[in-house]
C-alpha cells in the first residue's frame, strides 16, 4: 500500500478542514444519550457521513476515524469499551454515504439487527430493530432511487443508529420499556439528522466549487468529488 498516493497533499489538506470541523461539531451538544451519563449527539451527527462522498468511502471513512481518534485524546475522554466502540458508528455512516456498492451496505445492518436481537432484551423488543431495514431497503432500491440524496441520507444515518444500537444493547443496561419509550426520539432524532447531512452536503458541494473556481484550484474527482448538481451553478 502506497501511503503517498493515498494521503495526498491536497487530500490532507481536506481531511485537516474535515477534522477541525469535527473537533467544533463535537462540542456542540444535540440531545443526550438515554441509559449513559455525560453522553450526547452532537452537531457532528448532522455533517460526519458526508465525508465519505468528498472523499470516497473508504478514505472519508478513514477521515472520520482518525478525526474522531484526534478528538478522543485532545478532549482527553476516558478509554472504555463504550466510548471506543462508539467512534465506529459514524465510520460505517460515512462508507454508506459515499458509496454505491450494496454488498457491505447491507452487511453492516443485518449484523447489527442479528446482535440485536440475540440480546435477551432485544428479543423482547424486536420491533426496535425494524429501523436497521432502513438503509437495507435504501440500497436496494433502483439506482435513481438508491443514489438519491434522501436516500443516502437516512441510510447514513439509521446505519450509524444501528451500529450504536448493536454495541449499545451488549454493553448499557436498558430495560426493554426504555427501549420502547426511544422509538418516536429515533424517529424525530433520525429525521433531523438525515436532513442535516443532506442539507450540509449540499451547502459544501457549493462552497467547495465555489472557493476552488475562485482560486483556480484544480482538483481531480479521485481527490474530492464534487457533485455539480449541488452547485450554485446548477
Do not use: C
Request: overall charge positive.
Amino acid at each position: 500500500m502506497d501511503l503517498q498516493k493515498i494521503f495526498t497533499k491536497k487530500r490532507v489538506i481536506f481531511i485537516a478542514i474535515f477534522t477541525v470541523l469535527v473537533l467544533i461539531g463535537k462540542q456542540i451538544n444535540f440531545s443526550p444519550l438515554v441509559g449513559a451519563d455525560n453522553q450526547f449527539f452532537t452537531l457532528f451527527q448532522f455533517f460526519g457521513p458526508i465525508a465519505g462522498a468528498f472523499l470516497g468511502s473508504i478514505i472519508g471513512a478513514l477521515a472520520v476515524l482518525i478525526a474522531e481518534l484526534i478528538d478522543f485524546f485532545i478532549v482527553g475522554k476516558e478509554v472504555t469499551l463504550i466510548n471506543l466502540l462508539r467512534l465506529s458508528p459514524m465510520i460505517f455512516a460515512a462508507y454508506y454515504f459515499g458509496t454505491k456498492k450494496k454488498n457491505l451496505s447491507i452487511i453492516v445492518p443485518i449484523i447489527a439487527i442479528a446482535a440485536f436481537v440475540l440480546h435477551p432484551v432485544g428479543r423482547e423488543v424486536w420491533f426496535f430493530s425494524l429501523f436497521w431495514t432502513i438503509p437495507i431497503i435504501a440500497k436496494l432500491l433502483p439506482q435513481k432511487y438508491s443514489n438519491s440524496l434522501i436516500s443516502r441520507s437516512l441510510g447514513a444515518t439509521f446505519t450509524a443508529h444501528s451500529v450504536g444500537g448493536a454495541f449499545w444493547i451488549w454493553t448499557i443496561p436498558m430495560t426493554a420499556g426504555q427501549w420502547i419509550a426511544l422509538i418516536p426520539i429515533v424517529i424525530y432524532e433520525r429525521l433531523l439528522f438525515a436532513a442535516g447531512i443532506a442539507i450540509s452536503y449540499v451547502a459544501f458541494n457549493a462552497l467547495f466549487d465555489k472557493v476552488l473556481d475562485k482560486l483556480k484550484i484544480k482538483i481531480s474527482s479521485d481527490v474530492l468529488r464534487i457533485e455539480k448538481r449541488f452547485t450554485l451553478k446548477a
